[in-house]
């Protein structure tokens, strides 16, 4: 019933690579230069090159390819919200990056600068006690390692084929304590639960889709998302190698056994086939 990504074991290799590309600690004190603390001071340009060298010198970058902007912030990401976290984690956050930003019509940079205080820096999104959120939509205060910005770089050229499902909002509930329902109540009003991701512990990470609206079926999921976080719910461990390319029909018959028992087959099917009814073949990111 369930199958480990094609590029699983290549991109867990490259997570094994934890050699740092860059070192700006986040300022945790009060600093002139910035009106809060939490904000990495040194530019995101500066860093950006930084990394590109010490790519080159250890011998995994090209020579002929600049690392974009994009791919280095998206690798912080990566090691901010869950460096530690499996290869799946790890594609999920940039794809919910790179989707957040095509709903908000920017760059993956500028959803990853985008705060309160308008500042093109990177840096926390939670506050600590004392100091007020940034506002951020997620953090980028950790420098990178070489395996973050080789999984970040795949993921962006779109190698790891829509593996969240269009999801572009994503939190830890093991993290959130009493807030948790509230606030997935709060984006359950626009989103739907893209539902159990091979490999991912849904009591770690939990992903919405925007859809404006959810339909029946769509507030349905969200049900059976929330009923999962309450009784631990969680899939059987993946046995085999999921085939690529993948076809859109198997794909939504693969989301169909993924949702959780609490959901009926039917469900799960008529929304896979009324997202495939709304978009064109060639528009689903497969080869």
């Known amino acids: 019933m369930w199958c480990i990504p094609w590029w699983h074991a290549q991109l867990d290799e490259?997570?094994?690579?934890?050699?740092?590309?860059?070192?700006?600690?986040?300022?945790?004190?009060?600093?002139?230069?910035?009106?809060?603390?939490?904000?990495?001071?040194?530019?995101?340009?500066?860093?950006?090159?930084?990394?590109?060298?010490?790519?080159?010198?250890?011998?995994?970058?090209?020579?002929?390819?600049?690392?974009?902007?994009?791919?280095?912030?998206?690798?912080?990401?990566?090691r901010s919200e869950w460096g530690s976290g499996p290869a799946e984690a790890k594609v999920v956050f940039v794809e919910c990056a790179m989707n957040r930003a095509k709903l908000r019509k920017q760059s993956v940079s500028t959803l990853l600068f985008t705060n309160k205080y308008n500042l093109k820096n990177y840096g926390r999104q939670h506050a600590v006690s004392g100091y007020t959120s940034q506002g951020r939509w997620a953090s980028t205060a950790k420098d990178p390692t070489v395996g973050d910005i080789l999984i970040a770089d795949f993921v962006l050229q779109g190698k790891s084929q829509n593996f969240a499902r269009g999801g572009d909002q994503f939190l830890d509930p093991?993290?959130?304590?009493?807030?948790?329902?509230?606030?997935?109540?709060?984006?359950?009003?626009?989103?739907?639960?893209?539902?159990?991701?091979?490999?991912?512990?849904?009591?770690?990470?939990?992903?919405?889709?925007?859809?404006?609206?959810?339909?029946?079926?769509g507030r349905q999921l969200n049900e059976a998302g929330l009923d999962a976080l309450a009784s631990g719910e969680a899939p059987s461990a993946p046995d085999t190698i999921c085939p690529s390319p993948g076809s859109p029909l198997r794909r939504i018959l693969e989301t169909t056994v993924v949702l959780g028992a609490s959901v009926a087959v039917g469900v799960g099917l008529s929304y896979g086939a009324a997202e495939l009814a709304r978009r064109r073949y060639k528009d689903w990111p497969f080869e």
């Open 174 to 217: 093991a993290g959130m304590g009493d807030r948790l329902v509230t606030v997935l109540r709060s984006w359950m009003k626009t989103s739907v639960w893209v539902g159990h991701l091979p490999g991912i512990s849904t009591k770690r990470l939990f992903v919405l889709r925007h859809v404006g609206t959810p339909d029946a079926a």
């Open 14 to 78: 490259w997570a094994s690579d934890t050699r740092s590309v860059t070192n700006c600690p986040v300022i945790m004190t009060p600093d002139a230069r910035f009106p809060t603390i939490g904000f990495v001071p040194c530019s995101p340009e500066a860093l950006r090159q930084s990394a590109e060298k010490k790519l080159r010198a250890l011998g995994v970058w090209p020579k002929d390819r600049a690392l974009s902007l994009d791919a280095y912030g998206a690798a912080r990401l990566i």
